[in-house]
């Protein structure tokens, strides 16, 4: 699962892109502290970030140079600006894209899909990966490996080690996973849950790591 931060400052616009992103199963971070965007980017570590141009305090284009300081993560601006020089500044900027307010969200979908796609598919030496106690999870081809032994994930065993990953040393509840696997054809229940995260056990348990993934009675799952 890809995670994207949203830097937009209209709260009904930011809540309608958040939910239609969760719902094409990204992972979505709100920045609603518009003068820690910068902060808030190193925490979240996003794979593409949508950004907004008049914010609160400093603007898109000042934030959008201060990621690019740090990181070539792609941007795409989100503005209701509509002159070309608008949109020059915010390619000059580093922005990769630039989509003018009102939009439709198929069309902003396809082009985040578009982006990630060619970042982190078509260049494997840049290809995102979680580490954890020696375990790799390699994003790009929902692979596990444990001291030179590798393993493929199923689609769902693969989202859920993803969500736990990012999110170590916290405990992760059975409904934060059970919505991160939900999707507009598919409902996922308790049961298809557990089953799932038997899988993705015994499946790391192969590559002889035992004990990766704890159970907290009531509360949920922890990766410590």
């Keep these: 699962m890809y995670s994207i931060m949203l830097v937009e400052d209209d709260e009904k616009i930011r809540r309608i892109v958040a939910d239609t992103l969760v719902k094409w199963q990204y992972e979505v971070t709100e920045v609603t502290q518009f003068d820690q965007v910068l902060a808030e980017f190193k925490r979240a570590e996003p794979h593409l970030v949508l950004l907004d141009i008049n914010l609160p305090v400093s603007d898109g284009y000042y934030w959008c140079q201060q990621i690019r300081s740090v990181s070539k993560v792609p941007i795409i601006f989100l503005s209701s600006r509509n002159q070309n020089m608008d949109i020059v500044m915010a390619i000059n900027m580093g ?130």
């Design 95 to 224: 922005g990769d894209d630039f989509i003018q307010k009102p939009f439709e969200l198929d069309i902003l979908v396809a082009k985040i899909g578009a982006l990630i796609r060619r970042k982190y598919t078509y260049q494997d030496d840049e290809s995102p990966r979680f580490v954890h106690r020696g375990l790799q999870l390699n994003v790009t081809n929902s692979r596990i490996e444990y001291r030179g032994n590798s393993t493929e994930l199923s689609r769902n065993e693969f989202i859920l080690l993803q969500f736990m990953m990012r999110h170590i040393g916290k405990i992760v509840s059975r409904e934060d996973l059970m919505q991160a696997l939900w999707n507009e054809e598919q409902f996922v229940d308790d049961n298809t849950l557990t089953v799932n995260v038997n899988r993705l056990r015994k499946k790391i348990a192969e590559l002889e790591l035992e004990s990766f993934i704890a159970t907290r009675k009531g509360m949920g799952y922890l990766i410590e």
